[in-house]
């Protein structure tokens, strides 16, 4: 993902967090608050209770392989946060996939 399409300032996860809708999911939940650049941007977030480090980063490379696939998809300028639950290390690309797809089709940001 190229770096224009990431959230990477601290205070721009905060600012997601505080003022966005959250959409929730047993894998995935996704947060959706209006963007501040002239794309949209996701940021992830793999904490440890996902698992060790082995485990957080296959996590968030399933995690950012599938938001490439959305990125042109979403025409709206918005920031997008992506919170990995504990029991997403267990599951699967495509049981991820259908988690985030969840999240964004809630979010109205599919067409």
Same mark, same amino acid.
């Given at each position: 993902?190229?770096?224009? +399409? *990431?959230?990477? *300032?601290?205070?721009?996860? %905060? *600012?997601?967090?505080?003022?966005?809708?959250? +959409?929730?999911?047993?894998?995935?939940? /996704?947060?959706? $608050?209006?963007?501040?650049?002239? $794309?949209?941007?996701?940021?992830?977030?793999?904490? %440890?209770? /996902?698992?060790?480090?082995? /485990?957080?980063?296959?996590?968030?490379?399933?995690?950012? &392989?599938?938001?490439?696939?959305?990125?042109?998809?979403?025409?709206? %300028?918005?920031?997008?946060?992506?919170? &990995?639950?504990?029991?997403?290390? %267990?599951?699967? #690309?495509?049981?991820? #996939?259908?988690?985030?797809?969840?999240?964004?089709?809630?979010?109205?940001?599919?067409?």
């Amino acid at each position: 993902m190229k770096r224009k +399409y *990431r959230i990477t *300032r601290a205070a721009d996860f %905060k *600012r997601v967090r505080q003022s966005g809708k959250l +959409y929730a999911h047993s894998l995935v939940s /996704v947060i959706v $608050a209006p963007g501040e650049s002239e $794309a949209t941007r996701f940021g992830i977030i793999v904490g %440890k209770a /996902v698992g060790n480090a082995v /485990v957080r980063n296959q996590v968030k490379r399933r995690i950012r &392989a599938i938001t490439d696939q959305y990125i042109q998809q979403i025409n709206q %300028k918005v920031d997008i946060l992506l919170i &990995a639950k504990s029991s997403a290390s %267990k599951a699967g #690309f495509q049981e991820l #996939f259908q988690a985030i797809s969840y999240g964004l089709d809630n979010a109205k940001l599919l067409d």
